[in-house]
T-cell receptor, first 108, second 112 residues
Framework: AQRVTQPEKLLSVFKGAPVELKCNYS??????LFWYVQYSRQRLQLLLR??SRESIKGFTADLNKGETSFHLKKPFAQEEDSAMYYC??????????FGAGTRLFVKA | EAQVTQNPRYLITVTGKKLTVTCSQN?????MSWYRQDPGLGLRQIYY???????DKGDVPEGYKVSRKEKRNFPLILESPSPNQTSLYFC???????????FGPGTRLTVT
């Protein structure tokens, strides 16, 4: 079955510490993966796509097909990174599957 | 301003009373989609539309209907709402699902 798993509901780190939000997917085809972020009182918005291989706000994510993972990383967390993060999988045919989300809390 | 709008933002209704949540986008996007967000479950896709008059079911379509008569609008219809449809609903649009989806502000629906 097609599935996106984000094992951590809540992740709490100190400012300046590295952060990694885990995402694992289950899909037999060629995946298209995304990270979306929702800051407090704001709309859900795209953070990055695996196909673009870019770094946004210091975050990067690498697709590991062998481990079926797309973990989101940032070397030095900032307080403004506190938000809800969702990993999403596009399975082709216009369907999108989201993970349950991870709430990141960056402590001062 | 390019955006996705939803109305109403908040709605409390009773079981069985038909309701419609509207969604409109001004970016000329061909793709539109509805999601519901529930605690611990993330966003689950209800229906999506690839273009005018072309719609298909997502993962949780039961109890919902949609229509896409114009490119800019994609209303979500609950013919006979039930309490298990109490949720936060998001509409999104994009060029297609391979690209960025732009989300509306959400509609919080409570069915008593």
């Amino acid at each position: 079955a097609q599935r996106v798993t984000q094992p951590e509901k809540l992740l709490s780190v100190f400012k300046g510490a590295p952060v990694e939000l885990k995402c694992n997917y289950s899909y037999s085809g060629s995946p298209e993966l995304f990270w979306y972020v929702q800051y407090s009182r704001q709309r859900l918005q795209l953070l990055l796509r695996h196909i673009s291989r870019e770094s946004i706000k210091g975050f990067t994510a690498d697709l590991n097909k062998g481990e079926t993972s797309f973990h989101l990383k940032k070397p030095f967390a900032q307080e403004e990174d506190s938000a809800m993060y969702y990993c999403a999988l596009n399975t082709g045919g216009f369907k999108t599957i989201f993970g349950a989300g991870t709430r990141l809390f960056v402590k001062a | 301003e390019a955006q996705v709008t939803q109305n109403p933002r908040y709605l409390i209704t009773v079981t069985g009373k038909k309701l419609t949540v509207t969604c409109s986008q001004n970016m000329n996007h061909e793709y539109m989609s509805w999601y519901r967000q529930d605690p611990g479950l993330g966003l689950r896709q209800i229906y999506y539309s690839m273009n005018v008059e072309v719609t298909d079911k997502g993962d949780v379509p039961e109890g919902y209907k949609v229509s896409r008569k114009e490119k800019r609008n994609f209303p979500l219809i609950l013919e006979s709402p039930s309490p298990n449809q109490t949720s936060l609903y998001f509409c999104a649009s994009g060029w297609d699902s391979s690209y960025e989806q732009y989300f509306g502000p959400g509609t919080r629906l409570t069915v008593t």
